[in-house]
């Protein structure tokens, strides 16, 4: 009624200036640095190579934190749905292209890695309006996958047992795998939810 205040529950407006967006900005930043490591020298030397793999792992680590304190706190926001899988593409295509240039990686990984992860954020954009595709549990398997296959392929494998360098090899292919198969699931699942949706008057 007129002049008696409102009933409705107020819901809280989540800042995006938070924790959690924080960490994410974070992984952005921590890219730059990685691949600076990376290539220090011929980009064959084990100490720095070293230090290059605990770039991304801190890179990695930040990933699950930024999700979980999001989760359990209320921290979730649009940007940082968005923002997120953003920046895992980032530092993953950053390795990706630094491992190839350096000899190590074929390039033929990358690009179909880079061509999933490119297509997928594009397809988040054009459906922005419609809202954000949040990472499904399927593509932080694969994200995951990929960060200790690449992990493992910035460590100084040469220098250690054959036996580790094939660990690394069939961690990258069952990355390829489920890069392709997510991939795909996105792609359908949009499609079904365009088509799920009413036309626009």
């Known amino acids: 009624m007129p002049g008696q205040p409102s009933t409705d529950p107020v819901v809280p407006r989540v800042r995006v200036a938070n924790l959690a967006n924080a960490l994410t900005g974070v992984r952005f930043v921590l890219v730059p640095v ?16 070293i230090a290059a793999f605990a770039v991304f792992a801190m890179a990695v680590i930040t990933d699950h934190f930024d999700g979980a304190l999001a989760r359990s706190y209320g921290m979730v926001t649009e940007f940082g749905k968005l923002a997120d899988p953003i920046a895992d593409k980032a530092l993953i295509g950053a390795a990706l292209i630094g491992l190839s240039m350096l000899g190590d990686l074929p390039w033929w ?5 880079l ?9 988040r954009f054009a459906v ?3 809202g954000v595709i949040p990472a499904s549990r399927g593509g932080k398997l694969k994200t995951l996958v990929q960060a ?7 460590l100084p494998l ?11 090899w069939v961690i990258m292919w069952a990355a ?8 795909a699931d996105y792609v359908i699942s949009a499609i079904r939810d365009s088509r799920g949706r009413p036309a626009a008057h």
Request: net charge neutral; charged share 10%.
């Open 109 to 113: 990984i990358t690009v179909v890695v």
């Open 115 to 123: 061509i999933r992860e490119i297509g997928i954020t594009v397809l």
């Open 176 to 183: 390829v795998v489920l890069t392709v198969l997510t991939g």
């Open 34 to 49: 990685f691949l600076m490591l990376l290539f220090v020298g011929d980009g064959h030397e084990t100490g720095w190579r």
């Open 158 to 168: 040469h220098s250690w047992s054959g036996i580790w360098l094939n660990v690394a």
């Open 148 to 154: 200790v296959a690449i992990g493992l392929f910035v």
């Open 128 to 130: 922005l309006r419609h």
